[in-house]
């Protein structure tokens, strides 16, 4: 943090109104710019020598100058046209000064200011700090300012003279506050929400993304919770989607089961964290927020057996009836042995009644059926049928 310093200038100004009155004598028959020189040497509140003519006359009558001199250079080339405080341009500095001549002010800041403006501190839980510390002219000239409500800085850079600059945090950048103003999302002075913001996180970011969770059949419950931040950063990061971490780490934050940590086999893309190749992270139609239901999700990147199959096992599209999508306690994530898996559905004892068992006992299903596809309503293996 840096802070802009603004001089305390106290203790001499009974001896600037002195020397005031002796350059008051010595410049009137001075050029008009000499003279100038001389009164923004004791006040910062003097007008530009260029400034609006109205504007001068109103300063000069009430610092005793002589008027005619200071106007007539007033038709050099125009500056911005400065923004004045009115209590500043109607003279009534004694509203702010213990008087006309002196640089003390009647009560500092924010005491001061909100004898006028409504004390918008009042009642909001998260203050600005150089706001509840009376800082305004940090931000504001009491006096005058080419800028929009007195501001010292335009947009930005106001900010950026405390801050440092957001962007910086990496180098995925949220194009709302690249492209966008500070002031879109946050107060400058104060509000009752955590970083001071306008409104809650939920509201900042519908605000642009109302598309987010959207109305689909399922959503994700930090989504909806509106809690984006769980998830992203709000001005920028060194991970893509605006991620304050990769995706396994985010996931894993809330989801540190996946894969389980015991098991045997993990799923390939699950192993490497890559959530995203099934899942979409906000909502979706499908349950557990899947891009595609399975079978169709296992195609993207298994080839499909299915397709060129002559005989198919009654229940092969139900996958994840069989396998277990992220990691699993035997080969193949299968759940359990594969004997038990055939049990489920298939009774030991009809089996044995079968005459085409007969020496299966014992053995792996697998030795003689394909659990997937044949090229007979058995399933045989090639090397399993009866020659
Ligand atoms: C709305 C309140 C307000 C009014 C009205 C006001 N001032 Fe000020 N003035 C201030 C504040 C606040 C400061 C202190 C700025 C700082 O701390 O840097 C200041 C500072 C000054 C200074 C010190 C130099 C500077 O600009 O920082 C002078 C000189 C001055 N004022 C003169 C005047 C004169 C002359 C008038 C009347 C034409 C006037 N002021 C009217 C609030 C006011
Ligand atoms: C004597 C009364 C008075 C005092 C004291 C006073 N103001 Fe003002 N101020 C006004 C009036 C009147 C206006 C113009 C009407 C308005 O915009 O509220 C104004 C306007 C402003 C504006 C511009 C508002 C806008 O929308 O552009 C700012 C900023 C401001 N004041 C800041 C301050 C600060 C900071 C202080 C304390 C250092 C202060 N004022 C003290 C009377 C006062
Ligand atoms: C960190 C910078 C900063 C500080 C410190 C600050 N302001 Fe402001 N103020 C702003 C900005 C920026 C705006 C313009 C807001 C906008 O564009 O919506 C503003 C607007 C205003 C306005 C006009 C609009 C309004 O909200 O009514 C007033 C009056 C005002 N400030 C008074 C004050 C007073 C009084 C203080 C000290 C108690 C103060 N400000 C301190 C940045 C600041
Ligand atoms: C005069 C210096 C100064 C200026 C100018 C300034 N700030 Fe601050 N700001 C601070 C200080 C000091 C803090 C408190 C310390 C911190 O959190 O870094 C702060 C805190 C904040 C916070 C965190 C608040 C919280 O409670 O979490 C936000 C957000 C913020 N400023 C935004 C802004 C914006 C937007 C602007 C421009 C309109 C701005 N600041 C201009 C000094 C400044
Ligand atoms: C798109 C909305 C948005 C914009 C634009 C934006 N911010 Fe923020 N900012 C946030 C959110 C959201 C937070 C986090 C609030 C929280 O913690 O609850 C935040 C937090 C902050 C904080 C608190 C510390 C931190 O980094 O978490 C500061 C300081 C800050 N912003 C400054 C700025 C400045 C300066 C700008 C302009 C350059 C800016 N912000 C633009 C949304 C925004
Ligand atoms: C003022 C408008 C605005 C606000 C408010 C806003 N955004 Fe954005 N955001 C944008 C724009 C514009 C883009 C770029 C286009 C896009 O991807 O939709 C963007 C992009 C994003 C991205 C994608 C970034 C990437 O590189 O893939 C994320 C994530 C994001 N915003 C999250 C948030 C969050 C979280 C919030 C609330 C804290 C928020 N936004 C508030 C305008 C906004
Ligand atoms: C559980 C974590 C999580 C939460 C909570 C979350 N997101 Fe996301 N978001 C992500 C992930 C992961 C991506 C994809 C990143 C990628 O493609 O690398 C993403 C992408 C985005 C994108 C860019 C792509 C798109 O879909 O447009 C935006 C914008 C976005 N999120 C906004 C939001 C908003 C707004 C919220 C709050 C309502 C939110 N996110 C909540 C994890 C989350
Ligand atoms: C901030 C915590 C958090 C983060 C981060 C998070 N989740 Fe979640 N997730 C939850 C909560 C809470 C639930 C709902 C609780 C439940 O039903 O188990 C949930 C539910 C789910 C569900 C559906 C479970 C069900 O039973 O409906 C899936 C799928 C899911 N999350 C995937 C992900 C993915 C993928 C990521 C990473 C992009 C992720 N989550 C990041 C908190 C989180
Ligand atoms: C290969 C596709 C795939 C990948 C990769 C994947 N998942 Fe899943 N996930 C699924 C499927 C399919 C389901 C539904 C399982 C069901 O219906 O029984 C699911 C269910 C879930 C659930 C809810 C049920 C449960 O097991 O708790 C969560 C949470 C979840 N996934 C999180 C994750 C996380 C975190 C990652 C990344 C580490 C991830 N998934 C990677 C396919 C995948
Ligand atoms: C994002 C790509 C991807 C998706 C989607 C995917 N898989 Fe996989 N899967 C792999 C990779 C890579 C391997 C390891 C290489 C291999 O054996 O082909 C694998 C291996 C497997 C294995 C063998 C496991 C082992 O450890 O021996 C099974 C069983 C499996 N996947 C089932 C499924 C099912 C069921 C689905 C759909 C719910 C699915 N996969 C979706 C990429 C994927
Ligand atoms: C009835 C249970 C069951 C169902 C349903 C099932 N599988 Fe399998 N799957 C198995 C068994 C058992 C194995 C082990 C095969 C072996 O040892 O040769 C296996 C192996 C696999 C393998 C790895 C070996 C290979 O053949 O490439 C993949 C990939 C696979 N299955 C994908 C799928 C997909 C995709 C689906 C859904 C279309 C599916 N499975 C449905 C039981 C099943
Ligand atoms: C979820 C239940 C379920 C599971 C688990 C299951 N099957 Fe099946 N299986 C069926 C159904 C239903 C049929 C068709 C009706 C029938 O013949 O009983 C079938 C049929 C078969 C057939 C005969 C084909 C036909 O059309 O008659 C074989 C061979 C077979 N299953 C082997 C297996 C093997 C080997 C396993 C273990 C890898 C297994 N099944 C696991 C439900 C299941
Ligand atoms: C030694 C080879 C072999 C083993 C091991 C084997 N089978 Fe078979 N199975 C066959 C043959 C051969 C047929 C065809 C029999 C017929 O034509 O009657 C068959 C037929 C079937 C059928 C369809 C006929 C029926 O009875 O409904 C099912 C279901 C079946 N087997 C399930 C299983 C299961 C489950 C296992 C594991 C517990 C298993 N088989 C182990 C060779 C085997």
Redesign the pocket.
């Known amino acids: 943090?840096?802070?802009?310093g603004h001089s305390k200038r106290a203790g001499w100004v009974v001896m600037a109104a002195i020397v005031l009155a002796a350059a008051v004598v010595l410049t009137s028959g001075c050029s008009s710019t000499t003279q100038h020189r001389w009164l923004t040497f004791f006040f910062d509140g003097v007008s530009p020598t260029n400034a609006a003519p109205g504007a001068l006359a109103a300063r000069t009558a009430n610092t005793n100058t002589v008027s005619g001199q200071v106007r007539q250079v007033a038709a050099a080339p125009k500056p911005p046209q400065n923004i004045f405080h009115p209590p500043f341009i109607q003279n009534q500095c004694a509203d702010c000064h213990k008087s006309a001549f002196s640089q003390d002010l009647t009560v500092q800041p924010p005491k001061l200011c909100f004898n006028c403006h409504k004390d918008f501190l009042a009642g909001q839980k998260?203050?600005?700090?150089?706001v509840a510390e009376g800082?305004c002219v940090?931000?504001h000239s009491p006096h005058q300012s080419p800028n929009q409500h007195l501001l010292v800085k335009k947009g930005?850079a106001?900010?950026?003279?405390?801050?440092d600059d957001p962007l910086a945090a990496g180098k995925v950048k949220h194009q709302a506050v690249e492209a966008g103003d500070?002031?879109d999302?946050?107060?400058?002075h104060a509000t009752n929400f955590?970083?001071?913001?306008k409104k809650s996180v939920k509201a900042t970011c519908a605000d642009c993304h109302d598309d987010i969770p959207g109305k689909k059949k399922f959503v994700h419950q930090p989504v909806g919770d509106g809690e984006c931040l769980d998830c992203h950063a709000p001005h920028a990061t060194k991970f893509t989607g605006l991620l304050k971490k990769s995706v396994k780490a985010t996931c894993a934050d809330c989801h540190d089961d996946i894969p389980a940590r015991n098991a045997k086999d993990v799923h390939q893309p699950v192993g490497d964290g890559d959530c995203l190749a099934c899942h979409t992270p906000h909502a979706a139609d499908n349950k557990n927020f899947l891009k595609k239901t399975a079978p169709a999700l296992c195609w993207d990147c298994h080839d499909n057996f299915l397709a060129k199959a002559k005989f198919q096992h009654d229940v092969v599209e139900d996958c994840t009836g069989c396998h277990k999508p992220h990691s699993a306690a035997g080969n193949f994530l299968l759940a359990k042995d594969v004997l038990k898996v055939c049990g489920d559905c298939h009774d030991d004892k009809d089996l044995k009644a079968d005459k085409g068992h007969a020496g299966a006992e014992g053995k792996s299903c697998l030795v003689c059926h394909d659990p997937h596809v044949g090229t007979d309503a058995n399933l045989l293996k090639p090397s399993a049928k009866p020659k």
Do not use: F
């Open positions: 943090m840096t802070q802009p998260v203050q600005h700090q150089p800082e940090s931000c930005n106001l900010c950026l003279t405390c801050h500070c002031l999302c946050h107060a400058p955590k970083g001071l913001l």
